[in-house]
């Protein structure tokens, strides 16, 4: 099956000087000015010191909605560094520094707490051969050691930046069933909120891609239920796992057979159960789907096929049941909406004209992604790497290599003052 970041990658144009704000006529003045010459060494100078303090933030389990541990140890780290930290009510975050201004644009720079798989101990977080290993050590990781270290080196006193309109975040529920929560809150319930002029999401180490794009995503829980029974005595009774294994597999078939058409879109059931034993008939069964697309009439397509297909599958079961009958619920459990980052954004102007400067060769794409929020909200909105190398996600081989890390680090800072010199400005 094709999937959509390999439909619509797009290489950054090249970008005028004019799209810079004014005052920065270039990027490599802005990297030249002396106190941000400095900040930008800062990162290879202090790599051991980010790459301790990666291996502990990692170190604490932050499954999706078990962050609590997570966020304070954030929040107290923070508010070493200088800042003022809390946690909202959301369960994010939210650090600013001292003197911070109480009114006028924001820019939120932010990367998630939360993470699939959980270690189980803290020795499970371990370095071998220069990797890092273990759950979350990339996804996110990278991320949250990336607002250390940008906290860290500008804490103190700036370094020519004026950060009274910055906002640093490490926000809940970016993934699985956390339904972005965290930033639901960020950009329509908190202080915040009507603040925000630029948001820019750190998740994951990759620089090679450019998130503009918001992967529109919506999830279900389907559960089959029936009379239930004795696999010998009962035989030939309504049987709920077959009915589900049968949606499943049609739909899945019916899918792949339109894959040919090369349509942006994805599905996956993930989590499968029911039954008790295996000499009992179920009583009901249940799975979870994801499905993605990046046209909004394509995944409504999917969601009616979907319920299409389940209902076919009850009735074949019912009609071949000797006894009972099988019923389904499909229900809801979360929905990511879709965006897009026009092409003209200075936030986009921006970072080509960083990776321009830094040599950095990134592409364009659709993902889902913390910044889906803010892109479907039509806030300006990308998603990027913090650096390094990693792979693995989502799995428990997960991995993550320091090596490079301070060219995605100074990526940041330097975008972040682009993004700062904006926000400062008259009318902003």
């Avoid at 003045?29 to 303090?53: H, T």
């Avoid at 932010?110 to 977080?125: F, K, N, Q």
């Avoid at 009274?164 to 809940?172: C, G, I, P, T």
């Avoid at 049609?250 to 039954?275: M, T, Y």
């Amino acid at each position: 099956m094709l999937g959509p970041l390999d439909l619509a990658r797009r290489r950054h144009p090249s970008i005028p000087p004019a799209a810079l704000p004014a005052g920065i006529d270039s990027v490599a003045r802005l990297a030249g000015r002396p106190a941000l010459a400095e900040a930008l060494k800062f990162f290879a100078r202090e790599r051991r010191w980010i790459d301790e303090q990666h291996l502990a933030v990692c170190r604490i389990p932050a499954p999706t909605f078990l962050e609590q541990k997570r966020a304070e140890w954030m929040a107290g780290q923070l508010k070493e560094l200088g800042w003022e930290a809390q946690v909202d009510r959301a369960g994010n975050v939210v650090a600013v520094p001292a003197g911070a201004a109480r009114s006028g644009p924001v820019v939120a720079l932010t990367a998630h707490l939360d993470t699939v798989l959980a270690p189980r101990s803290e020795s499970e977080i371990r370095v071998e051969k220069d990797r890092f290993l273990g759950p979350g050590v990339a996804d996110n990781g990278a991320g949250l050691a990336a607002l250390l270290a940008l906290a860290r080196v500008l804490g103190k006193n700036g370094h020519g930046l004026d950060l009274s309109r910055l906002a640093v975040v490490a926000n809940v529920g970016e993934e699985g069933e956390g339904n972005l929560s965290g930033m639901r809150y960020l950009c329509q319930n908190s202080a915040l909120a009507g603040r925000l002029q630029a948001v820019l999401v750190l998740d994951g180490p990759d620089t090679a891609h450019v998130t503009a794009e918001a992967l529109a995503c919506r999830r279900f829980e389907l559960t089959v239920s029936g009379p239930g029974g004795h696999s010998w005595s009962d035989h030939g009774a309504a049987n709920p796992i077959h009915a589900l294994a049968r949606a499943v597999t049609w739909f899945g078939d019916a899918r792949a057979e339109e894959a040919a058409r090369q349509r942006p879109c994805s599905w996956n059931f993930g989590v499968i159960e029911g039954g008790s034993t295996v000499n009992a008939i179920p009583a009901s069964a249940r799975t979870k789907v994801d499905l993605r697309a990046e046209n909004g009439s394509d995944l409504e397509e999917l969601v009616s096929s979907l319920s299409s297909t389940l209902e076919r599958a009850l009735m074949l079961e019912n009609e071949r049941a000797r006894a009972g009958r099988v019923t389904a619920r499909m229900r809801e459990t979360g929905s990511r909406p879709g965006g897009r980052l026009a092409e003209s954004a200075s936030i986009l102007n921006y970072v080509r004209a960083v990776d321009a400067e830094l040599g950095i060769h990134t592409v364009l794409d659709c993902a889902s992604t913390d910044a889906n929020i803010p892109l479907s909200m039509g806030l300006p909105a990308i998603s990027i790497g913090a650096g390094g190398q990693g792979g693995g996600a989502h799995t428990p081989g997960e991995w993550y290599s320091p090596e490079g890390r301070e060219l995605g680090l100074r990526r940041i800072l330097l975008l972040l003052a682009l993004l700062l010199a904006e926000a400062a400005q008259p009318g902003a």
